[in-house]
Structure formats: structure tokens, C-alpha cells
């Protein structure tokens, strides 16, 4: 089998750790900054990053048809701002999100950068729950979830982590930690025939 | 070297600051306008380089007012800067929650030995280079981001260029030597040995490496970035320029797309004047904020 091509959304933020992470997992990252480099990938992950400056950036380069399009049937996965990119609504009028999974985000919600920390959370992959260190920076919270949302990730009794199909959201940051387990998971997630 | 969960929480703010544009503000009126056109974060300091230049006099921490009111009206990360060695004015600006501190040239040093013992904080610090001896240096005082110094203010960029390129080309070297020459760098580069190592094994600074001091145009921006800086700091660039705000957009997307001239020429099109130049050589020796 040929490696898959796994696009990463690199407008701004910590990219270049996802890129890491999925060359650790022998498959092919791809940096997207346009149109034509969304065309040439299967699935995509936004990273974590500044939501305000992720939203500003896809408008000016015209990527929100085309990440929406994409976003209906190919696996998407946002950490941190990428949650509140792919998020139904926010707490911010400022952000207008893709709505591609059905939850409603808080920025900052944690507090500021004094407030971030590192923990041990639960992530339920492939349904076996298991322990996994989550780090959280200037972290959003996922404030509720639609009936079609499943949560699979829970840190100091919060919903931490959510899917709904093709669309996951996390609002840690499994790529700065050297667990690739939920790496992994997204490159197992499938398309949705449509 | 430490590498606590409170380092990984430091250096993972700076991570997410990559491939983005932090611009100096005066003001909660300034700091708007920088988030509005896609700033990452925003450094709050009393008078931008260029006017600490021109006006002199010593330069301190910016009032603990304005920046809780830029505090107030942004919501990315709100940087602010010390002076080298007043760990008081850090510890100010640590109880005033701001998200990292910039222990920094552009002030006036308070103390001309010793800089802060940047472990003692728990929020993060970014310091200034001018070359890998001076960078891993601060690393090791604690410092999770590093940046060029530049030569702030003077809106020229070859300092900058020759400071990233200085860095750049020494961790290449550091790349092919065995354990004994390491050791001789860092007695040299007066740098623990360790950290020396690391970089050399990385192929990289250990922590963030962004580019600052005399970038003033989205041309710059790309410079830098193509030399090696992963996101740039504009000072005077942005609020000294004839439009502001549109050369802080274009500053911002020529910085996300460095390595595409047409973008970098589509964000360079709508612009007003830059802000005024100095040639380096015009600059009093004393003068030079890169010495401090």
C-alpha cells in the first residue's frame, strides 16, 4: 500500500509537530496554505494555534468553501483553535466557525497562559478507554455537545475530546506529547460515503 | 536540561505562536487593530522602539494600566517587556498575568551582569541574540523562545538577516562535530555543554527561534523566514507606517505564504509608506540597542 498523504493546515500554528508526529507514523505529511494543496491530500488536521488569526487566514485565501466542502466526507481532525475553527459555535462573535462538528466552544477557558498545565486525562479509542497525558495551553472548552457528537476524551470531568463521523476535535494537544495513539486513531478514521 | 511539564507548557505557547506575526502596541486601541489583521499576539510596551530611539531617556516596563487594557481588548496571547536583569518588573508582570515576557534590548538594562533567572517563573520568556553562543546562553538561564535581536527600531533589516544567519550557520557546524569539539564550542560559547549537544543533535535552537529587529516590510517577513525564523516579531514596522493596519495584514499573510513570491507580492500591493529607515553606519556605536 502506498503511504497516505495527510494534510496539515499550515496558515499558522504548531504544524510542523503534527508533520512530526504523522512521519513517526509512517505517512506523508503535507503542508496546506492553498486550494490546490487541499486537492492533493485525504485527510486534514488544523492545528493548534490563534483562532482569530487560523479564521482571518482562511477568508483572505478563499479556503472556507473548499475546507467545507472537503469537510463533509473527509476525515478532519482540530486541535485547540483547530477545535474552534471546526466548532458549531463560539463564545468569541468574533469567530465564525466551519461548523463541521456540532459542539459549542468557550476560548480560553481555562483561564490565560498561567492557567495552562499538563494532566492525565481518559481517551476511549477503538472503545477501550485508556489513560493518556494531556496537554492543555490556553486551552478552549468544549461547553456542550449535539446529540449526534460522541465524546472520547475526558480530563478533570470535562469533555476533553468529541467526534461526530469524519470530524474530530481535541482540545489538548496530543502532538506535543510522545504518545501518537490519537494520531494513529485519526489516520484509521474513514471517509464518509456520501 | 529541565524539562518539567512547566518547560513543555512554556515552549508550547511558543509553538503555537509559529508562522505568525507578533506586532509591539502602545495601546488597547493599537492591540485591536494588530488582532483585527491576524496578529498571533501582541507585546505591550510603553514607546515603540523607534521613539525610545529618537526621544532616549531611560526606557522601563510599560504602565501596569495599559497593559491590563490591552489585556482587556484582545483575545490572543498579550506579551510585555522587561528590562534585562529587573526580575522585578518580571515578577510585576508575571502577577499581572501577562502571557510571556520579553526580557529585552530595546529597554534600558537595569543590570549590566546578570540577566533574570528566568526558571524562577512560571510564565514563559523570550530573550534576544546575536548569535548561538548568546542564544543558548539565555536557554539555559530559561528562555522558551528565542529571537533575533536585530537592530530594533531602526527599520533596516540587515541586522536581523546577519544575526539569524550567524545562528543558522554555527548549529550547521555544530552538526558535524564529535563529543571533544562540542565541548571546546561550549567552553567557548560559555554555554552548558548539554545544550550545545542538544542543538547539535536537533540540527536546531531547542526552543522557537523567531526573527525581530528592523522588519518593516511583508519582503521581510519572507526574508527571515526563509533564513530560518519560524514566525517574526514587527516593532515600528507596523504603527510608524503610513496605513497601519494594511501593511499589518500584509505583513501577517506574507508570513504564512514567505516561500511564495506572488503572495508575498499580493500582500505587498495595497500598501502606504514604510516607516522611516536608518542606515546602520548612521547609528552612533553607543547607540546600537544590540549590545545590551
Known sequence: MSKQTVGVLALQGDFG?????????????????????????????????????????IDTFNLREPLLEFGRRRPVWGTCAGLIVLSDSVDDPAIHPLKLIDISAARNAYGRQIDSFIDEGTACIHAVTQPFQMVFIRAPKIVSLGSHVTPIAHCRGEVVGAMQRNVLVTAFHPELTDNPAFHEFFLELDAVSL | ????????????????????????????????????????AV?????????????????????????????????VPVMAKCRIGHFAEAQVLEALEVDYIDESEVL??????????????KTPFVCGCRDLGEALRRISEGAAMIRTKGEAGSG???EAVRHMRIVMSHIRRLQGMN???????????????EVVEETAHLGQLPVPNFAAGGIATPADASLMMQLGAQ??????????????????????QATTHFSDPRAVLEASRPLGAPMDGLDIRDIPEENLLQYR
Open chain 2, 108 to 121: 534600558t538594562p537595569a543590570d549590566e551582569e546578570f540577566h533574570v533567572d528566568k526558571w524562577r517563573f
Open chain 2, 179 to 193: 563529543p571533544d569539539e562540542l565541548k571546546r564550542e561550549a567552553q567557548e560559547m560559555k554555554a552548558p555543554v
Open chain 2, 231 to 252: 514566525a517574526v516579531f514587527v516593532g515600528s514596522g507596523i504603527f510608524k507606517s503610513s496605513d497601519p493596519p494594511a501593511r499589518a495584514k500584509a505583513i501577517v
Open chain 2, 1 to 40: 536540561m529541565l524539562k518539567d511539564s512547566s518547560w513543555k507548557l512554556k515552549v508550547g505557547l511558543a509553538e503555537m505562536l509559529k508562522g505568525g506575526v507578533i506586532m509591539d502596541v502602545t495601546t488597547a486601541e493599537q492591540a485591536k487593530i494588530a488582532q483585527d489583521a491576524g496578529a498571533v
Open chain 1, 17 to 57: 509537530l503534527h508533520c512530526r508526529m504523522i512521519e513517526r507514523l509512517d505517512a506523508r505529511p503535507s503542508l496546506v496554505r492553498t486550494v490546490e494543496n487541499l486537492r492533493e491530500v485525504d485527510r486534514l488536521i488544523i492545528p493548534g494555534g490563534e483562532s482569530t488569526a487560523i479564521q482571518l487566514l
Open chain 2, 43 to 75: 507585546m505591550a510596551l510603553e514607546r515603540v522602539p523607534a521613539d525610545i530611539r529618537k526621544q532616549g531617556g531611560v526606557a522601563r516596563m510599560a504602565s501596569v494600566e495599559v497593559i491590563a487594557q490591552i489585556k482587556q481588548a484582545v483575545s
Open chain 2, 156 to 158: 533596516n533589516i540587515v
